[in-house]
């Protein structure tokens, strides 16, 4: 396992994806959702981030997929209010396709890291 959760290539890539989000939450959505879909956006995608620290911190296989699959549940509601940002017009199709695709390589690493976790606890090999 990396020493330090920063090391995950799963935690860079939805700290990418949580940094972009927070740019665009910043700079096209209306004061009036300063405190609503503006701060759930921030939360659950920094939830994200926050849950693969912690999971790694455990230093437990079952904590930290447990902690692996809290993360997936708050990058699935990042994207439903991406969604519903789409919806109120506050980004574009473009952007939120682009941000699917984000989206994606996140699921796919954070799915991979706890079939690995996984495999790690039942002694299998990566090979």
Known sequence: MASSFTDLDVYKKCRAFRKEMSAVVKTHFPSEEK???????????????????EGHGRFYYQDTVRFCRIARG?????????????????ITSEE???FKSRYDGCLK????YINYLKRTKRGESDT
């Open 35 to 53: 405190y609503l879909l503006r701060s759930q956006i921030l939360d659950a995608s920094r939830s994200v981030t926050a849950n693969l620290a």
């Open 74 to 90: 708050s990058l699935e509601e990042s994207m439903e209010h991406l969604i519903t940002a789409y919806d109120e017009n506050y």
């Open 96 to 98: 939120l396709k682009s």
């Open 109 to 112: 690493l954070i799915n991979g």
